[in-house]
């Protein structure tokens, strides 16, 4: 289900200036879908920003990476 190589399409999709490009060229039925994906992408955003939270101070994360990093 992590695809990471999917990520990184997408990044460079972004990153290049396609979307844009895509966006400022398309009808209004493509520039609608753009957005809807990209508002879409941005609630999955925050919902990983609050289960990476919960998932790092529940599962005791925080504290393993802070013990690691007093013994270095």
Sequence with gaps: MLDSAYLDKLAEYFASGDLAFDFEHGDEERRQAILEYLEK??????????????????????QALASTSDQK
């Design 41 to 62: 992408l941005m609630d999955l955003a925050d919902q990983a920003d609050e289960l990476a939270t919960k998932l790092i101070f529940k599962g005791g994360m925080l």
